[in-house]
């Protein structure tokens, strides 16, 4: 199956800096999902970006489908922005179900 | 759009004991998926259905797991004498076919004691 990869696993900040995560996947994918975990176990939809580059307000992401890894982007972070920041990649081959990386737990300090 | 619903939203129950979970997908989605998620670790895929019909089950589903979706809509996950490594959140997502994004509820959260 596929592998994802996601990098750093583990990032601290200061309420204002800004961050960008990694994602890296083993194979083609027609899906790619970024999503943020609350601390209430809640999956967020952030981005749908299996190419291309998509912002929404402090947030963007960039998927580079040739060279299979995506960026996501946080500027200005708030504590809001702490928990769990997932990627998730799919094959329609596969059903399209959704392979997960282990994460990013993002902790934002005031 | 009322988004996916997921109930309960906890469960609490003693080893050995049946559960049933249910989801409500969005409705005009065809596909549904069940994933798991353990402390720690990213969800991971369970099953899955485009309308009424059940088309993968990972090597994670043991037969103690069974999920049904009878009328393409809403879709049921029952596990059968639970045990401790059950505990975990149990998501639900639907979407449309083709690669399209999938949408989350809000979960199950069960914990065996």
């Known amino acids: 199956g596929i592998q994802v990869e996601q990098s750093p696993p583990d990032l601290i900040l200061q309420e204002g800096a800004n961050s960008t995560l990694r994602c890296n996947f083993s194979?083609?994918?027609?899906?790619l999902q970024w999503f943020h975990q609350n601390p209430w176990g809640q999956l967020i939809n952030l981005f749908y970006?299996?190419?291309g580059t998509k912002q929404n307000g402090r947030l963007s992401a960039t998927t580079v489908a040739t060279e299979r890894y995506s960026l996501l982007y946080i500027s200005s972070s708030q504590t809001t922005d702490s928990g769990v920041y997932f990627c998730?990649?799919?094959?329609?081959?596969?059903?399209?179900?959704?392979?997960f990386g282990e994460g990013t737990q993002l902790t934002v300090n005031p | 759009d009322t988004g996916v619903s997921q109930n309960p939203r906890h469960k609490i129950t003693k080893r050995g004991q049946n559960v049933t979970f249910r989801c409500d997908p969005i409705?005009?989605?065809?596909?549904l998926y069940w994933y798991r998620q353990t402390l720690g670790q990213g969800p991971e895929f369970l099953t899955y259905?485009?309308?009424?019909?059940?088309?993968?089950k990972s090597r994670l589903l043991s037969d103690r797991f069974s999920a049904e979706r009878p009328k393409g809509s809403f879709s049921t996950l029952e596990i059968q004498r639970t045990e401790q490594g059950d505990s975990a959140m149990y998501l639900c997502?639907?979407?449309?076919?083709?690669?399209?994004?999938?949408?989350f509820g809000d979960g199950t959260r069960l914990s065996i004691l």
């Open positions: 259905f485009q309308n009424e019909a059940q088309l993968e």
């Open positions: 194979d083609s994918v027609n899906n």
């Open positions: 998730a990649v799919a094959k329609e081959t596969s059903g399209s179900r959704l392979t």
């Open positions: 409705s005009e989605h065809n596909r």
């Open positions: 970006i299996p190419s």
């Open positions: 997502a639907s979407s449309y076919p083709g690669g399209q994004p999938q949408h």
